[in-house]
């Protein structure tokens, strides 16, 4: 047994912090917004290079230059929202301001047409995402802190994250099904038509379920919170000086980089290569034709968030409180490796069935991530607070969640340039063999690197429950003395 686990076992009186269920339900609701867009922008986004006619280079581009912008703005509005004061809390106010940003930002980008030109419609979704990418840092950044700040223990935290990540998924299940939709000619004459009105019913929905952490989750009124304290209020140019000290500070946590490092090289490899299961799927297995495709490329999406919400979410829930966070990561992520290999020989022509064996293996690595990361963050806010004396949920989040979707630009940037390296072209319907066999390989062998780099990044994490613990009854006994 590890020293983690026999910490978990040694403290088994200690006493458990709840979140009332209905509390985690609501953030968790907030969550399948969180989720809901990012997924359905993917889904999405491939219109832009088989229903316009963009080049790769092009698609590239507009997942990578919004999240430039997200640079500058993360920070800031974690800042922002540490430092707030209100009768409704630091994170409510924002969560509610960006939920309709983003929302109605969403609606407006999709207003596409191909009848336009190309670059008429890259610059008009450009301007329209970077609009959309700044409601989602007013949103999300605030929302990710309000759940680190929701419980101050250890594991209560994994549970909280276990639910809200169990909501999230179903944005996966739900979002491969727009495929099906975009493209049935029954339903719209082309898959830029559908994303105009599709767009609609995911910008609304979205900008439902996002408020309601504004609405049903408590926050502590934070309007006189800072009366007696010496908070900074001086020049701009001081403010941002302490931004940048703040920053500074939290880039300097160990732990924390650990959990960055691990983070940007899983999700941000699996995130290059995601969508060539669309292309593989139509152009490998069905010589370029979406409709003859069928369901296929919606079943890979949902049966793969579906066994995360059933299986793995569960069993991480399950393995943290017996085993602890980093034996827990490590595991499920190496687990995810033999899924990733297996597609080589399961994506085939003859037998598309064979596509869903992978799928349980491979999951446990993304479906584990944020559930993992998202509680190991709210322990390290704690360390963060017993060193600095400031409590810094908004700045953790912004700065992780920065690195995520920076790395996701990245990502997207490098998608593109992977298809054109490969030989893609978007403008014939049967590719090259050696196209496809290129994005086979890519999908399996640029994930599987950055699982590797992660797991030997975490292999040395050392924030288990016992420190943990020593940390909370410290921060608590300074509290009392105060």
Same mark, same amino acid.
């Given at each position: ?23 985690? *339900? ?7 917004? #969180? ?25 590239? +581009?507009?997942?990578? +230059? ?39 930002? =969403? ?16 610059? =008009? ?10 409601? !989602? ?35 996966? *299940? ?22 105009? &009105? ?33 908070? +900074? ?17 939290? /880039?300097? #946590? ?11 090289? %899983? ?13 593989? %799927? ?8 979406? *409709? ?15 066994? &995360? ?30 899924? =990733?290999? !297996? ?7 003859? #037998? ?9 293996? =491979?999951?446990?690595?993304?479906? @584990?991530?944020?559930?993992? !990361? !998202?509680?190991?963050?709210?322990? %390290? ?31 997207? /940037? ?17 590719? @090259? ?50």
């Amino acid at each position: 047994m590890t020293t983690e686990a026999v910490a978990i076992h040694a403290s088994a009186e200690a006493p458990v912090i709840g979140i009332p269920m209905s509390q985690k *339900v609501a953030f968790g609701l907030g969550m399948l917004a #969180n989720q809901m867009f990012p997924a359905a922008l993917s889904i999405f986004m491939v219109i832009l290079v088989q229903g316009l006619g963009m080049s790769p280079i092009l698609w590239g +581009l507009i997942f990578f +230059l919004p999240k430039l912008v997200d640079a500058i703005t993360d920070p800031i509005m974690g800042y922002i929202s540490d430092r707030t004061e209100s009768r409704w809390g630091k994170r409510r106010p924002y969560i509610f301001i960006g939920a309709i940003v983003a929302g109605l930002s =969403y609606m407006a980008m999709w207003q596409l047409s191909a009848e336009d030109t190309q670059m008429y419609n890259f610059w =008009y979704f450009l301007a329209w995402s970077i609009v959309f990418f700044i409601g !989602m840092t007013i949103f999300s950044v605030p929302y990710v802190a309000m759940g680190y700040e929701m419980s101050k223990d250890y594991h209560e935290r994994t549970r909280l994250m276990a639910v809200a990540q169990w909501i999230g998924q179903w944005a996966w *299940v739900i979002a491969p099904w727009f495929w099906i939709i975009l493209y049935d000619p029954n339903w719209f004459a082309s898959a830029a038509e559908g994303a105009r &009105t599709v767009s609609i019913y995911v910008g609304f929905s979205c900008m439902a379920l996002a408020m309601v952490p504004a609405f049903f989750c408590h926050s502590k009124d934070t309007s006189e919170a800072n009366k007696s304290t010496d908070q +900074l209020r001086g020049s701009l140019a001081e403010t941002f000086l302490d931004l940048f000290r703040g920053v500074v500070i939290t /880039l300097k #946590n160990k732990p924390f980089q650990k959990i960055c490092i691990a983070t940007f090289c %899983i999700f941000n490899a699996f995130n290059c290569v995601a969508g060539f299961a669309f292309f593989i %799927i139509v152009y490998y297995m069905n010589a370029g034709d979406p *409709v003859a495709a069928g369901n296929w490329p919606a079943i890979f999406g949902s049966v793969s968030a579906l066994c &995360t919400c059933f299986l793995v979410i569960p069993v991480v829930n399950w393995m943290a409180q017996r085993f602890g966070k980093r034996q827990t990561f490590l595991f499920t992520q190496s687990i995810s490796l033999a899924g =990733y290999a !297996m597609f080589w020989w399961s994506f085939s022509p003859a #037998n598309p069935y064979l596509m869903i064996l992978p799928i349980p293996l =491979y999951v446990f690595g993304i479906g @584990s991530l944020f559930t993992l !990361m !998202m509680s190991m963050t709210a322990d %390290i806010c704690d360390l963060d607070e017993l060193e600095t004396y400031q409590r810094r949920e908004g700045l953790f989040g912004a700065i992780y969640w920065w690195m995520v979707k920076f790395g996701a630009a990245f990502a997207g /940037l490098l998608s593109g340039l992977i298809l054109s390296v490969v030989g893609f072209d978007q403008t014939v319907t049967v590719q @090259s063999d050696s196209a496809l066999e290129g994005l086979r390989a890519a999908f399996i062998l640029v994930p599987a690197i950055g699982t590797l780099i992660g797991i030997w990044v975490m292999r040395s994490y050392d924030l288990d429950e016992a420190r943990a613990r020593e940390i909370r009854d410290a921060l608590d006994a300074r509290a009392a003395q105060s």
